[in-house]
């Protein structure tokens, strides 16, 4: 057991770029989810993944951002012409069954100049 | 929309003495609750679950109560040890572990 392993730990970019964060969960873990995280808050669902179907999807996520999980492996998440309020950390989770405990990686954190 | 609440954003507990975090939910479709401990720079690490036909689960010196006609869940920690000082998030989801509501976290200092 490895771990939830997160790339970068830390993206810094401005304003209009557009970024990709990678994923690999732990391995024979079928869900797969993202949180984004800002200060004072707790992590807030972006979206969940079921091997390579994605399930669930925020109403907050808007078509800026786009997530992808090829063949129900490692997942990526790719936010389009970044804003100041994209500013956050970037969590992944994984979990064999949806009534075990999610395991998180360490996060991407991602600062818009 | 607010679904799960950690009102209180901060709590002091001597060493040895008892820590009681508090949650609270609106949604009485929630089915399942963990709590998370989360160190900085780091991720959320799990901690204890319960599921709603529970009232009360225990692991070692961590209990979590459930009190679904109040929505309200606590962790007890008992007793506790400044390796415990952490930020605890609550979270919540309903049956199909789709999509899981977290708290704002309440930041722990144990004081030895």
């Known amino acids: 057991d490895t771990g939830v392993s997160q790339n970068p730990r830390h993206k810094i970019t401005k304003r209009g770029q557009n970024v990709t964060f990678r994923c690999d969960p732990i391995?024979?873990?079928?869900?797969l989810y993202w949180y984004r995280q800002t200060l004072g808050q707790g992590p807030e669902f972006l979206t969940y993944?079921?091997?390579?179907?994605?399930?669930?999807k925020s109403r907050l996520l808007s078509d800026r951002f786009s997530a992808e999980r090829p063949k129900g492996s490692f997942s990526t998440l790719e936010i389009q012409r970044t804003e100041q309020g994209d500013s956050a950390m970037y969590l992944c989770?994984?979990?064999?069954?949806?009534?075990?405990?999610?395991?998180f990686g360490d996060g991407t954190r991602l600062s818009i100049l | 929309d607010q679904q799960v609440k950690q009102n209180s954003p901060s709590l002091s507990v001597q060493e040895g003495r008892i820590s009681i975090l508090n949650c609270d939910y609106t949604?009485?479709?929630?089915?399942?609750f963990l709590w998370y401990k989360k160190y900085p720079a780091e991720g959320p690490t799990f901690l204890i679950s319960?599921?709603?036909?529970?009232d009360k689960n225990e692991d070692g010196r961590f209990t979590v109560f459930l009190n679904k006609s109040a929505k309200h869940l606590s962790l007890h920690i008992v007793p506790s040890q400044p390796g415990d000082s952490a930020v605890y998030f609550c979270?919540?989801?309903?049956?199909?572990?789709?999509?899981?509501?977290f708290g704002s976290g309440t930041k722990l200092n144990v004081k030895p």
């Open positions: 979270a919540a989801s309903g049956d199909n572990f789709n999509k899981f509501y």
């Open positions: 319960i599921s709603s036909i529970k």
């Open positions: 989770a994984s979990s064999l069954r949806g009534s075990q405990p999610q395991h």
């Open positions: 391995s024979e873990h079928n869900r």
């Open positions: 993944f079921q091997n390579e179907a994605q399930l669930e």
């Open positions: 949604n009485s479709m929630f089915d399942y």
